[in-house]
């Protein structure tokens, strides 16, 4: 059974916008975090950013803040990301992660729930 699935990504031009959503089962948003990494080939996974479902405090990677907005929607079970301002660089497969297993919130062996991903390509 997947545990979370993610729609919206895309191809667009450099400054364009994507919003990217996560839906997850409802246990992965019982007062903990979820996140959304990132990944190119031959490169690690990054860290894109995290929000904690319950105080909905969030949290950015500085490549990405003042762009990027993670949010959640408890009531229909789904996480966004709302990609502003895109560069070339900002293009890669990107992932919702959930089941917070402690730790950095930053590092995805964390979490213990991937979706399949989802790509975004910009284009300059």
């Known amino acids: 059974v997947q545990a979370q699935v993610e729609s919206g990504g895309g191809s667009v031009q450099a400054g364009g916008s994507l919003t990217l959503s996560c839906w997850a089962n409802?246990?992965?948003?019982?007062?903990?975090?979820m996140g959304w990494f990132r990944q190119t080939p031959g490169k690690e996974r990054e860290w894109v950013a995290t929000?904690?479902?319950?105080?909905?405090?969030?949290y950015y990677a500085d490549s990405v803040k003042d762009r990027f907005t993670i949010s959640r929607d408890l009531r229909n079970l789904r996480m966004h990301l709302q990609m502003n301002s895109l560069t070339p660089e900002d293009t890669a497969l990107y992932y919702c992660?959930?089941?917070?297993?402690?730790?950095?919130?930053?590092?995805?062996?964390?979490?213990?729930?991937w979706g399949q991903g989802t790509q975004v390509t910009v284009s300059s």
């Open positions: 992660a959930a089941d917070f297993r402690g730790g950095a919130w930053s590092q995805s062996e964390n979490f213990r729930k």
């Open positions: 929000i904690h479902t319950g105080a909905g405090t969030t």
């Open positions: 409802r246990y992965y948003y019982r007062d903990t975090y």
